[in-house]
């Protein structure tokens, strides 16, 4: 397929395809309609015969080209397979167009300094567990790790003080950037402000722009109570300190937040359902402990 693509990617080849399309031609006749020389037609003629779009054939003096449908064919088949991919409702490209548009309108809303102070945002999940396992879940490095992120990311550098005035350090990278070359996706840091297990847990969080500084203060407040047969989990996020520049990040909450306590409700489903014990060490979900010098 390959061969077939970088064949037809030259125009000249794609005009000579398209002629090959309405009948066999020869290739003096190819020449003129193209109106190219025929050394150079025969050239594309060949190059387009070895990808296996055409075929030839010598009759009398001349030499007569004739299109191939199937490659085509198979190559539309290709392509209509990856646009259905790229068209799943429920996929990546739903949710980056989601995203877009979100960008779209706080971008146009961050119009000064503290435009977005105020805003809240709500989320509830009812989770499988008792509240001191989703309470693990929250606070313990090896588990928070597992789903402190949105899709399509993955936690390389993690730190979380379950205490009040408790450090945190999230970091994270693309899934896929294994070997860490890629820039890394974001970095956030904060404060533990209130801490009782099992029942609630407030935080600040700010991401921070490329040169370091805060992009705005996420106050966050998760609240943990006992259901039948799991938890009902309750966030509230609130927003201080916004810049202009906090836009992007804004513009994610609702779609990356949600994405991770999407992972949480399935972390925790899974361990119930395979009896893993929520004690058990990941130890390859971050890449590093946070630095402590940072």
Do not use: C
């Amino acid at each position: 397929m390959e061969a077939l693509l970088a064949a037809l990617a030259d125009p000249a080849r794609w005009r000579l395809v398209n002629l090959l399309a309405e009948r066999p031609r020869s290739v003096g006749v190819l020449a003129q309609l193209a109106g190219a020389r025929q050394p150079q037609t025969t050239k594309h003629l060949q190059t387009l015969e070895r990808a296996g779009v055409v075929t030839s054939q010598r009759t009398g003096q001349r030499r007569i080209y004739a299109l191939r449908p199937g490659p085509l064919r198979g190559l539309a088949t290709e392509f209509d397979r990856l646009a259905g991919t790229a068209d799943q409702v429920s996929g990546a490209r739903a949710t980056y167009d989601r995203y877009g548009l979100s960008l779209q309108a706080e971008r146009g809303a961050a119009e000064g300094a503290g435009w977005a102070d105020g805003r809240t945002f709500r989320f509830r999940r009812l989770l499988t567990g008792r509240p001191e396992a989703v309470w693990r879940h929250l606070t313990e490095r090896p588990l928070l790790a597992r789903w402190w992120t949105p899709d399509d990311l993955r936690v390389s550098e993690l730190l979380f003080e379950a205490r009040p005035g408790g450090r945190i350090v999230q970091e994270y990278r693309d899934a896929d950037d294994v070997n860490a070359l890629d820039r890394v996706a974001g970095r956030a840091e904060g404060i533990v402000d209130d801490v009782l297990p099992g029942e609630r847990l407030t935080y600040r969080l700010s991401p921070l722009l490329p040169d370091g500084s805060p992009a705005f203060t996420a106050h966050v407040d998760m609240s943990l109570g006992p259901t039948d047969p799991g938890t009902d989990l309750h966030v509230h996020w609130r927003i201080t300190d916004s810049t202009v520049d906090a836009a992007d990040f804004v513009a994610g909450i609702e779609i990356g937040f949600g994405q991770s306590l999407d992972k949480l409700a399935a972390t925790l489903a899974a361990e119930s359902a395979d009896t893993v014990p929520t004690d058990a060490t990941d130890t390859d979900a971050t890449d590093t402990d946070a630095r402590s010098a940072r």
